[in-house]
């Protein structure tokens, strides 16, 4: 399976910290995105990395991505109660476009 | 653009019911995904779209699901007869690929679905 899995499953941090979570997958890919749920709403897309990239920011975010490990992580800086959200990573075999998700991360930012 | 377009928001049915779920993609995307999600499963691909033509509908889970796209602004996913176990949360999404340029996907705001 394509499946990504992130690591841990659930996160609990107080407001300031630095949340971090993993993404691991398993075939070559094109690129790897990153995505944010809040609780009872549609998923929305946080930042794409393609395999040719080793490390992307936007804003608050950083992603990086090892393909040699086959594995991206996610740190959000200066976390906000806001961001109390399920975090989820979505990879898809290399030319292809149907792009699978893995469990989440459930993040709780406690003010 | 309004976004990705999903009706009724909230659906509740009795067993052996038909249920139609609809959704209007992003103009301009060519590729359109319904997906499921549930507390047991997760987020499930079960079929997509690309330019209003199926690509891969072995998610589906039996004959009870189809899924149609009868244009490029329309899509419904029909069940029928319903069953408990298809109580969840059901998502559309949709991307613009036009031959391998990788976009994150838009999604709706799913339809909660209940069959009692």
């Known amino acids: 399976s394509q499946q990504g899995e992130e690591d841990p499953q659930a996160l609990s941090i107080q407001e300031g910290e630095n949340a971090t979570m993993n993404c691991s997958y398993k075939t070559s890919i094109n690129n790897l995105q990153w995505y944010r749920q809040n609780s009872g709403r549609g998923l929305v897309h946080l930042i794409l990395i393609r395999s040719n990239e080793r490390e992307k920011h936007s804003g608050r975010l950083r992603v990086t991505l090892d393909t040699s490990k086959k594995s991206s992580s996610l740190l959000i800086t200066a976390s906000r109660a806001a961001d109390t959200a399920s975090y989820f990573c979505?990879?898809?075999?290399?030319?292809?476009?149907?792009?699978?998700f893995g469990p989440g991360t459930r993040l709780s930012v406690l003010p | 653009d309004a976004g990705v377009i999903q009706s009724p928001r909230h659906e509740v049915t009795e067993m052996g019911q038909e249920v139609t779920l609809r959704c209007k993609p992003i103009s301009g995307h060519d590729y359109l995904f319904w997906y499921r999600q549930t507390m047991m499963r997760g987020l499930e691909l079960l079929i997509y779209?690309?330019?209003?033509?199926?690509?891969?509908d072995s998610g589906m889970p039996e004959d009870r699901f189809s899924a149609k796209m009868p244009n490029a602004s329309f899509s419904t996913l029909k069940i029928q007869p319903s069953e408990p176990r298809d109580s969840a949360v059901y998502f559309c999404?949709?991307?613009?690929?036009?031959?391998?340029?990788?976009?994150?996907?838009?999604f709706g705001s799913g339809t909660r679905l209940t069959v009692v």
């Open positions: 779209f690309n330019n209003n033509v199926p690509i891969d």
């Open positions: 979505a990879t898809a075999p290399s030319g292809d476009q149907n792009f699978v």
């Open positions: 999404a949709s991307t613009f690929d036009r031959v391998r340029r990788y976009y994150g996907y838009t």
